[in-house]
C-alpha cells in the first residue's frame, strides 16, 4: 500500500475513534471510561501515523541520489551505432536521464534560466557553500543566485517573466553582497518560517518581486463591511442605478536590506558533521523571530511596518476599549472578535488572535466571583472562541494606553519578498580568537493594506 494512502487510513481512524468517544460524552447518560479508552486508540493511531510519515521523509532525504560529474557535452563516436553526423545521441539520452525528459514545463523552463547543467549546478553549490562554511575559501559558484524549482514556480505565478529571473539573477552577483546561499539550504530555512511566526503562518498575504518596490492598488471610499464604494441597485429592468463614486491609488510597499550575523566557534566549525544543518536552523530560528517583531510593530524606516507600528494605532484599526484604565476584561476579550465584519471571521480558520504570553496567562487566570475560571488554557494554534490562538512576544503588554490583542483575518497584511539569501563569513581580530561569524543578508517588505480586517483591543478607561 502505498505510504500516504497508509498515513490518511490511519488519520480517517482516529478521527472516526475521537468521533465516537465524544458522541459518548454527550450522551445523558454520559460513558467516560469507553470514551477515554477510544480516545487512546485515537491518539495510538495519531501517533503511528506521525511516526510513518517521519519514517518516509527519512527515508526521501537519505536516499537522494548523488549526481555523478559533469555531462559529456560532445559526441561520444561510436557510442551509439546509427548515430548521425554531429547527432550527440549519448549526451542527449544522459541529459534526459539526469534532468527529467526536455518537455517537462519545469525543466523546459531552468534550462532557459541556468541552461542544461541546472541540477549539477545545484549540487556542485552545495559542495562549495559546505566548504565556505567550514574553511571560508569562496568558490565562483556561489557568487551565482541560483533560485529553486519551487521558487522560479511562485516567481512566474506572480506574473515575473522568464527574462526578469534571469535578470535578477545576474544582479544577484553585484547586489546581494556575499555569497548565494544555494536553494536547497535557502528553501529549508524559508520553509520552517511559518511554523515559527504569527503572520506569515496566519495567512499574510505573500507576494514575491525582482525589483527593490511594488506599488499596491487601493480603492477608496468604502466602508468596513463595503470595501469598496460600489453598490447594486434592486429595481426593474428598464431601472437605471444610481452611480457611485471611488476613487483608486496605489501605495508603495518597499523592499527592505534585512542583515545579521551568526557567530559560532571554530572548533564546531571545523568538527561538526551537520555544520549545515546548524546553520540552517539558527538562521532559520533568527529570521522568524525578527520578521514577526518587524510585521507586528515595525515602525516602517529601513524595515517593515508592522499591524502595531511602533506599538501602536498608527493605521487607526478598529478600536474595542476595555473599559479599565489599566487591565483587560472578560466581556471586551470577548467582544474583540466583533470588532471586525462577519465576512473577515467566516470560516473560523481566517481570523486569528495574537498576543504575547503574559497576556495569554492573564486571560488563562480570569475568573468569576466563585473561583472559577472563565476560559481554559490558551494553547497555540489551538482554538480560542473559536479563533486560532499566536503569540508573539513582540507583542505589547497589558498597561495602559497599550494595544496588547490583536484580531483579525491576516490576509490584509502584505509581505514582499524578493527570493534568494546570502552570506559571508568573517573571522579576523574583529570577531575574537576561536571565533567565526556569518553575517546573512535578506530583501523583504510588509504593510497592512486592508485595515478593515483587523482590530485590536485598546487598554483604556475609555
Request: hydrophobic content about 40%.
Amino acid at each position: 500500500m502505498d505510504v500516504k494512502e497508509k498515513i490518511r487510513q490511519l488519520l480517517a481512524a482516529a478521527r472516526d475513534k475521537a468521533r465516537e468517544a465524544k458522541a459518548l460524552l454527550v450522551l445523558e447518560v454520559p460513558d467516560p471510561t469507553k470514551a477515554d479508552a477510544l480516545l487512546k486508540e485515537a491518539e495510538a493511531l495519531r501517533n503511528q501515523a506521525s511516526a510513518l510519515k517521519a519514517a518516509q521523509a527519512i527515508e526521501d532525504e537519505v536516499s537522494a541520489p548523488v549526481l555523478p560529474g559533469a555531462l559529456p557535452m560532445g559526441a561520444e563516436p561510436g557510442a551509439l551505432p546509427g548515430a548521425g553526423a554531429g547527432e550527440d545521441v549519448l549526451g542527449k539520452a544522459v541529459n534526459e536521464l539526469r534532468f527529467g525528459p526536455l518537455a517537462d514545463p519545469a525543466s523546459v523552463v531552468l534550462r532557459e534560466i541556468y541552461g542544461a547543467d541546472y541540477r549539477q549546478l545545484v549540487f556542485d553549490q552545495a559542495k562549495a557553500f559546505a566548504r565556505y562554511l567550514r574553511t571560508g575559501q569562496p568558490d565562483r559558484i556561489l557568487s551565482r543566485q541560483v533560485w529553486g524549482i519551487e521558487d522560479v514556480k511562485k516567481m512566474l505565478q506572480a506574473g515575473i517573466s522568464v527574462q526578469e529571473i534571469k535578470t535578477t539573477m545576474v544582479e544577484g552577483q553585484d547586489t546581494l553582497g556575499g555569497y548565494a546561499v544555494p536553494p536547497q539550504q535557502a528553501s529549508d530555512i524559508l520553509m520552517r518560517l511559518p511554523g515559527l511566526t504569527c503572520v506569515r503562518a496566519g495567512g499574510a498575504t505573500v507576494v514575491q518581486t525582482a525589483s527593490n518596490m511594488i506599488e499596491w492598488l487601493t480603492i477608496t471610499g468604502g466602508s468596513s463591511r463595503y470595501p469598496t464604494a460600489l453598490r447594486g441597485a434592486w429595481g426593474t429592468e428598464v431601472q437605471s442605478p444610481a452611480e457611485k463614486d471611488q476613487t483608486y491609488g496605489l501605495e508603495q510597499i518597499p523592499v527592505h536590506t534585512y542583515t545579521y550575523k551568526v557567530p559560532m566557534s571554530q572548533s564546531l566549525v571545523e568538527d561538526a558533521s551537520n555544520l549545515v544543518s546548524i546553520f540552517n536552523n539558527n538562521v532559520a530560528v533568527t529570521l522568524a523571530i525578527d520578521e514577526d517583531d518587524a510585521f507586528l510593530i515595525g515602525d516602517g524606516a529601513g524595515k517593515p511596518r508592522g499591524i502595531l507600528p511602533s506599538s501602536g494605532n498608527g493605521d487607526s484599526l478598529t478600536e474595542v476599549v476595555t473599559t479599565n484604565a489599566s487591565a483587560l476584561t472578560v466581556e471586551k476579550v470577548k467582544a474583540l472578535r466583533r470588532g471586525i465584519q462577519s465576512q473577515y471571521r467566516q470560516p473560523a480558520a481566517r481570523a486569528s488572535w495574537i498576543a504575547n504570553s503574559d497576556t495569554a496567562s492573564t486571560i488563562e487566570e480570569m475568573q468569576d466571583g466563585n473561583g472559577k475560571f472563565y476560559f481554559e488554557d490558551l494553547i497555540v494554534g489551538e482554538a480560542f472562541l473559536r479563533h486560532i490562538w499566536r503569540e508573539s512576544e513582540a507583542m505589547p503588554d497589558i498597561a495602559g494606553e497599550a494595544y496588547p490583542i490583536l484580531f483579525g483575518d491576516l490576509s490584509g497584511y502584505i509581505i514582499v519578498e524578493r527570493l534568494g539569501l546570502s552570506v559571508v563569513r568573517f573571522q579576523d581580530s574583529a570577531t575574537g580568537i576561536n571565533k567565526v561569524e556569518f553575517h546573512v543578508r535578506r530583501r523583504l517588505g510588509g504593510r497592512l493594506m486592508e485595515t478593515w480586517k483587523m482590530c485590536v483591543q485598546h487598554v483604556a478607561a475609555s
